[in-house]
């Protein structure tokens, strides 16, 4: 299985510099000088890191390959790669290829829902589930709400906070359309199908991420 580290973004520039949405921990020894990377474009299989640099917020890298604009346009949305054979999971970390499918139990074993997938925060990450309703939640990965996560029986544990999910509803007047409070009811669910490099282990904040293939 590959792990998607980075996704090409933006040419910037016309010497062939893209600008990558980062999907690691480790962006400084993903995209080292000479690392090479598999890709998922036809065009280039392999690309070589040459360079990378940080601007604020947002990460560029120059490829040997890519010399011009031209080049670094047609990259856009190509996902960066490695093998995950190369890659050393922390203890408690666990990647979202491995997350997805998992039932969501609460702390007395009553079913909540089924991992759908995960979005990724700057303070912390979310877990989206799949309610039986079809409804979907997103639940902060964080300890004092994820008390477990359980690989092996295929589930997590959930101690959520009331309101979050739809058995726990708060009473509506009939004339209003208003969710109940805590609740994200959006229909495109499964919003982090691709399996990044990130890694994701319960902590006091976020997980820790790194992803695979879509």
């Given at each position: 299985?590959?792990?998607?580290?980075?996704?090409?973004?933006?040419?910037?520039?016309?010497?062939?510099?893209?600008?990558?949405?980062?999907?690691?921990?480790?962006?400084?020894?993903?995209?080292?000088?000479?690392?090479r990377?598999l890709?998922?474009?036809?065009d280039?299989?392999?690309?070589?890191?040459?360079?990378?640099r940080?601007?604020?917020?947002?990460t560029?890298?120059?490829?040997?390959?890519?010399?011009?604009?031209?080049?670094?346009?047609?990259?856009?949305?190509?996902?960066?790669l490695?093998?995950?054979?190369?890659?050393?999971?922390?203890?408690?970390?666990?990647?979202?290829?491995e997350?997805?499918?998992?039932?969501?139990?609460d702390?007395?074993?009553?079913?909540?829902?089924?991992?759908?997938?995960?979005?990724?925060?700057?303070?912390?990450?979310?877990i989206?589930?799949?309610?039986?309703?079809?409804?979907?939640?997103?639940?902060?990965?964080?300890?004092?709400?994820?008390?477990?996560?359980?690989?092996?029986?295929?589930?997590?544990?959930?101690?959520?906070?009331?309101?979050?999910?739809?058995?726990?509803?708060?009473?509506?007047?009939?004339?209003?359309?208003?969710?109940?409070?805590?609740?994200?009811?959006?229909?495109?669910?499964g919003?982090?199908?691709?399996?990044?490099?990130?890694?994701?282990?319960?902590?006091?904040?976020?997980?820790?991420?790194?992803?695979?293939?879509?």
């Amino acid at each position: 299985m590959k792990l998607v580290v980075a996704v090409v973004g933006a040419a910037q520039g016309l010497k062939g510099e893209v600008r990558v949405n980062v999907r690691t921990d480790s962006p400084e020894e993903r995209f080292a000088r000479g690392s090479r990377l598999l890709t998922d474009s036809q065009d280039y299989p392999n690309l070589t890191v040459e360079r990378m640099r940080t601007y604020k917020t947002h990460t560029y890298l120059q490829f040997e390959e890519i010399k011009d604009r031209t080049g670094a346009e047609n990259l856009r949305g190509t996902e960066l790669l490695i093998d995950t054979e190369k890659v050393e999971v922390e203890e408690d970390a666990w990647y979202a290829h491995e997350l997805v499918g998992l039932e969501v139990l609460d702390p007395e074993g009553y079913q909540l829902g089924i991992i759908a997938g995960l979005e990724y925060g700057e303070a912390q990450d979310l877990i989206v589930v799949r309610e039986g309703d079809g409804r979907i939640t997103r639940v902060p990965f964080v300890k004092e709400i994820v008390t477990d996560v359980d690989i092996a029986d295929h589930c997590i544990v959930v101690d959520a906070p009331g309101g979050l999910f739809s058995d726990d509803e708060i009473e509506l007047d009939e004339d209003t359309d208003k969710k109940e409070p805590g609740m994200s009811v959006n229909e495109e669910g499964g919003t982090c199908e691709v399996v990044t490099e990130k890694e994701h282990s319960v902590s006091d904040n976020a997980y820790v991420d790194e992803e695979s293939d879509k």
